[in-house]
């Protein structure tokens, strides 16, 4: 079983749609949750940071992390073409060290 | 915010050759620095950890001898594919961690023909 499983989807919505994408991880250890966005050629861009368990919200995306379940999720709200990329989530047990991603999310949001 | 500088963004090399990787943190001091290396539609797995004045950690499965990264300030690594082949062909992503967090460079796609 890998650390980290995500969905790659491809996941296809229309414009204003919400987006539901999710990951699940094995290793209670894992304390710190991240959302980055990951367009095409290009370096991973963070989008959310969360510690630990409970919700975060910035703008149209909001993070979710229950450690009871494992499992992790971002929510994007009335999505744009300019949202398509690819999303990964990513993990890790302690401050400084590496992270540990999922395969990543194809997101394409059309107009 | 945290900038981190990866360069050259792409390039092409005869088999054979090494291919040198600079990754730089503009403005902050990075004490640890992580190699990445993606492969189409695949994730980021992690080649080796990299500390300032300090030997690279390498994942299992990394040649250390044909990966050589070198962390010689706080600001620079470099990782330098040697004797590079068709299969060591992928996008090499750098990040940096620092009083910012994770921050990461924007990637150099080397193809080995």
């Known amino acids: 079983q890998k650390e980290v499983e995500q969905d790659p989807g491809p996941l296809s919505v229309p414009e204003g749609a919400i987006v539901s994408l999710n990951c699940t991880y094995s290793n209670s250890a894992f304390q710190y949750f991240m959302w980055y966005r990951q367009y095409s050629r290009k370096g991973p861009e963070l989008l959310m940071y969360?510690?630990?368990?409970g919700n975060k919200e910035d703008g149209r995306f909001t993070a979710q992390v229950d450690k009871s379940s494992k499992y992790i999720s971002l929510f994007i709200r009335d999505s744009q073409p300019s949202d398509s990329a690819t999303y990964l989530c990513a993990t890790a047990n302690q401050a400084g060290t590496a992270l540990i991603f999922g395969k990543g999310t194809t997101l394409s949001v059309s107009s | 915010g945290a900038v981190v500088s990866q360069h050259p963004s792409w390039v092409i090399c005869k088999s054979g050759t090494s291919v040198k990787i600079e990754c730089r943190s503009l403005d902050f001091q990075a004490t640890t620095m992580f190699w990445y290396r993606q492969f189409p539609k695949q994730s980021l797995m992690l080649m080796a950890t990299s500390n300032e004045g300090s030997k690279a950690t390498y994942e299992q499965g990394v040649e250390k001898d044909k990966f050589l990264i070198n962390h010689a300030s706080l600001t620079l690594s470099t990782l330098t594919v040697t004797s590079a082949h068709p299969e060591d062909s992928s996008f090499y992503i750098c990040s940096a961690d620092g009083y910012y967090g994770y921050t990461f460079g924007s990637g150099t796609r080397l193809t080995v023909v």
């Open positions: 969360t510690y630990s368990s």
